[in-house]
């Protein structure tokens, strides 16, 4: 016995059911215990009743079936969207491309410690929301059209970026061409997660802090409030002293990658229809150039290439530099700047634009690794939004991976520049070095940056005191019965190798996973 499984349509001409089987023969007779759900609704179906009419060709008879929306449940979902691979400096940074493309010029940002109630604000004077635009600003995929040079790209930004370090997320705007209505709406996760509703709520200022919105009295412009900051301020308890050095440190790590990531909106590089201004708690940021222009550097390449990617043909701009040896920077502390927030091995490579905000700053895509001798090889590869769907960029925009035919243009380029590189590097090299009775320490060796603070050691009663980075930590003190000669010896051999910074992160992995054996050692 054979069974016949058929899609069901209805003609749009008279209404007649129709049967369609496997093979495409159409049934004018239905039989409706044999008919399956919809399986091709892109199949051209025309009524085979007799004296019927049928539609032109180009309009397809439509399957009968039956829609149902499946809303995500808020509750589930929320916890997922959390966790997106944000950290606290690069969802901020989210937050100020909203500001960018919004025409902002000046953008201030405001950090309060006050324990459970410390709070995170953002304020622009960009062209403003009215409360429709708003609302629809605070919707997961927000519907709306990016021009050609808009950093945004997948509408989720703002939420994502907030909520992965914050439960509360407030945001006034007041529109510049729209009245002067100050509109406030807020995300509350905790009330998301008990009404798993995926649902706002809208405030009049009046019932709010004037800490929110008073800035909007005499600007249009737009503020983002991050309150509940329990994946930021994850100390117990929440106001002591590690929690408030812990809350410096967030602002120094945010202070350092907005200098490097905005740096081009900073200087004024781009003209000054597009130059901002960044300060963190009325302090105004420099821009760090990773190039180091101002002193002698060799700019030894550029060149534009044309790269088929999967849907289109893009354009990579590449331009290449090869960095002043120590002894040639104006000042060793320009040269110590330079180094930038993971050093100056870790900072050779790729630095990786879109639409000039920094994407990836330094490496080398997995063409190379990363070598004392090549270190002052730097390349700025700068890409356009048409570029996105081939090298993969993320939600975050914090990472992209080059295509293989895009690699294979870039490889013969990159060899040159290693080689010059190199050759800078040579006299720092050869150099006699200075003679000294005490062996030279990684923290002498590497001239970290940053500012000098006493934090504590989360799984010891130990403490240290010294310069803090976002990429590493500092020495321990170690009592004077330890022996300090197996860590000299090891210092002295990374010197000698060139290799004191990968010695300084197996210092820092050894610190964190065993600080017992890193004791016994030195460190």
């Not at 940074?93 to 006050?114: P, T, V």
Request: proline share 5%; hydrophobic share 35%.
């Amino acid at each position: 016995m054979i069974f016949l499984f058929y899609d069901k349509y209805k003609c749009r001409n008279c209404g007649h059911d129709i049967a369609v089987n496997d093979d495409g023969v159409f049934h004018a007779e239905l039989n409706t215990e044999a008919t399956s759900t919809v399986r091709d609704i892109s199949l051209t179906v025309t009524c085979p009743v007799e004296g019927c009419v049928c539609p032109s060709p180009e309009k397809d008879n439509e399957p009968t079936r039956e829609l149902i929306e499946v809303i995500p449940s808020a509750r589930r979902l929320m916890g997922s969207l959390r966790d997106e691979g944000y950290n606290f400096v690069t969802a901020a940074a989210d937050i100020i491309d909203n500001s960018i493309q919004a025409g902002a010029k000046e953008i201030r940002i405001l950090m309060e410690f006050n324990g459970d109630h410390s709070w995170f604000q953002i304020a622009d004077d960009g062209k403003g929301m009215t409360g429709a635009e708003l609302t629809e600003a605070m919707r997961f995929g927000s519907e709306r059209e990016y021009e050609a040079n808009e950093l945004g790209k997948f509408g989720l930004g703002l939420k994502t970026a907030s909520i992965s370090q914050c439960r509360k997320l407030t945001v006034a705007s007041r529109s510049a061409t729209h009245g002067n209505e100050i509109e406030i709406r807020q995300l509350n996760i905790d009330r998301i997660m008990d009404s798993n509703r995926w649902e706002i709520i809208s405030i009049s200022k009046e019932d709010y802090s004037d800490i929110l919105w008073k800035y909007l009295i005499d600007h249009h412009g737009t503020i983002v409030m991050w309150e509940s900051l329990d994946r930021m301020m994850q100390y117990d308890p929440p106001d002591g002293m590690r929690a408030r050095k812990g809350f410096v440190r967030l602002a120094r790590d945010l202070e350092k990658h907005i200098r490097m990531i905005f740096h081009r909106f900073l200087s004024g590089e781009l003209g000054d229809d597009r130059k901002i201004s960044i300060s963190i708690n009325g302090t105004p940021l420099e821009p760090w150039d990773p190039f180091a222009r101002k002193e002698k550097t060799v700019k030894v390449a550029e060149k534009t290439i044309a790269v088929v990617g999967y849907d289109n043909v893009f354009k990579v701009h590449y331009t290449a530099y090869v960095l002043p040896p120590k002894e040639k920077f104006s000042s060793s502390a320009a040269f110590s700047d330079t180094a930038g927030p993971k050093g100056w091995n870790l900072q050779q490579g790729f630095y990786i634009y879109r639409e000039n905000r920094m994407i990836q700053s330094g490496g080398w895509c997995r063409m190379r690794v990363p070598d004392e001798h090549t270190k002052l090889a730097r390349i700025a590869l700068d890409l356009g939004k048409d570029a996105d769907f081939s090298l993969g960029l993320n939600i975050m925009k914090t990472s992209i991976t080059l295509p293989p035919n895009l690699k294979a243009d870039l490889e013969p380029m990159v060899a040159s520049v290693i080689k010059q590189a190199r050759g800078a590097y040579e006299p720092e090299k050869n150099r006699t070095p200075p003679v000294s009775t005490n062996p030279p320490t990684i923290q002498q060796q590497s001239e970290p940056i940053g500012r000098d603070i006493r934090i504590e050691l989360g799984r010891s009663e130990s403490s240290f005191t010294g310069p803090v980075s976002s990429m590493e930590t500092d020495q321990p003190r170690v009592t004077e019965k330890i022996s300090k000669s197996l860590a000299s010896s090891l210092e002295r051999a990374a010197v000698k190798a060139g290799e004191t910074d990968a010695l300084r992160r197996i210092r820092m992995a050894l610190i964190k996973d065993d600080p017992i054996a890193a004791s016994k050692i030195g460190w």
